[in-house]
C-alpha cells in the first residue's frame, strides 16, 4: 500500500512538473483581463447602437459641478454683466482670505499684489500697460470683473478652467476690496 502511495504521489509530481514550461506563459483563467482588445477612441464598435464606441453627452447636459454662464463673450456681453450681474455670495460666505489666496496665484503677478498694475511681470517689462484698479477710467464693479475673470479681457486670458464659480466670486470680492482700498474709501472688511 505504501509503495502505491508513493508511485500516484510520484506521478502527479510529474504531471505537475512536465506541464510547466518557461518558454510559454502559463494557462490564464481570464484572458480577455490580462489581454484586452485595444480599441480606438470614437471607433466604430458593434456594442452601441449608433455605432461609436465612447458616448457623446447628451444634448443640452450639464458637467457635474459646473454652472453655465449665459452671458456671451461679447461687447454688449461685458456691458450687460457690467450692468446686471451680481455676486451670489452673501456677506457671511466671502471668504476675502481664500479671495487674496487665489488673487495671489492667478492675478498678482501681472496686476500687483494690491491692484496697482505694477506686478513681476509689468515691472520686468514682459507686459504693458496693466492699469490699476482706481484709475478714473475704470469703473469697475463685481459683473464686469466677473465676466474677464471667466472670457479674459484683451491680453488677459480666461480663468474659467482654473477657477471654479465660488472661487471666482472670492477673486471679485476681493478685487472690489483691493478697489476701494486704493481709492482710500472704506474696505469692503469694514462694511462687513
Given at each position: 500500500?505504501?509503495?502505491?502511495?508513493?508511485?500516484?504521489?510520484?506521478?502527479?509530481?510529474?504531471?505537475?512538473?512536465?506541464?510547466?514550461?518557461?518558454?510559454?506563459?502559463?494557462?490564464?483563467?481570464?484572458?480577455?483581463?490580462?489581454?484586452?482588445?485595444?480599441?480606438?477612441?470614437?471607433?466604430?464598435?458593434?456594442?452601441?447602437?449608433?455605432?461609436?464606441?465612447?458616448?457623446?453627452?447628451?444634448e443640452g447636459s450639464?458637467?457635474?459641478?459646473?454652472?453655465?454662464?449665459?452671458?456671451?463673450?461679447?461687447?454688449?456681453?461685458?456691458?450687460?454683466?457690467?450692468?446686471?450681474?451680481?455676486?451670489?455670495l452673501d456677506s457671511?460666505?466671502?471668504?476675502?482670505?481664500?479671495?487674496?489666496?487665489?488673487?495671489?496665484?492667478?492675478?498678482?503677478?501681472?496686476?500687483?499684489?494690491?491692484?496697482?498694475?505694477?506686478?513681476?511681470?509689468?515691472?520686468?517689462?514682459?507686459?504693458?500697460?496693466?492699469?490699476?484698479?482706481?484709475?478714473?477710467?475704470?469703473?469697475?464693479?463685481?459683473?464686469?470683473?466677473?465676466?474677464?475673470?471667466?472670457?479674459?479681457?484683451?491680453?488677459?486670458?480666461?480663468?474659467?478652467?482654473?477657477?471654479?464659480?465660488?472661487?471666482?466670486?472670492?477673486?471679485?470680492?476681493?478685487?472690489?476690496?483691493?478697489?476701494?482700498?486704493?481709492?482710500?474709501?472704506?474696505?469692503?472688511?469694514?462694511?462687513?
Open positions: 500500500m505504501k509503495s502505491l502511495i508513493k508511485i500516484v504521489t510520484i506521478a502527479i509530481v510529474l504531471v505537475t512538473v512536465s506541464c510547466k514550461k518557461d518558454t510559454a506563459p502559463n494557462y490564464q483563467f481570464m484572458p480577455n483581463m490580462y489581454e484586452s482588445v485595444g480599441y480606438e477612441t470614437y471607433s466604430e464598435s458593434s456594442a452601441f447602437k449608433n455605432g461609436i464606441e465612447a458616448q457623446l453627452p447628451a450639464v458637467a457635474r459641478g459646473h454652472m453655465p454662464f449665459d452671458i456671451e463673450n461679447s461687447t454688449e456681453g461685458y456691458m450687460l454683466a457690467k450692468e446686471t450681474l451680481k455676486s451670489p457671511a460666505q466671502v471668504n476675502l482670505e481664500k479671495g487674496k489666496v487665489l488673487f495671489d496665484i492667478y492675478c498678482a503677478i501681472c496686476h500687483g499684489a494690491k491692484g496697482d498694475g505694477q506686478g513681476n511681470l509689468v515691472k520686468r517689462e514682459k507686459i504693458l500697460g496693466i492699469p490699476s484698479y482706481d484709475d478714473a477710467g475704470r469703473a469697475i464693479n463685481e459683473g464686469s470683473i466677473y465676466h474677464t475673470i471667466y472670457y479674459g479681457k484683451n491680453a488677459m486670458g480666461s480663468y474659467a478652467n482654473q477657477l471654479k464659480e465660488e472661487e471666482r466670486w472670492q477673486v471679485v470680492n476681493y478685487v472690489l476690496q483691493l478697489k476701494s482700498e486704493l481709492e482710500g474709501k472704506q474696505t469692503v472688511k469694514d462694511s462687513i
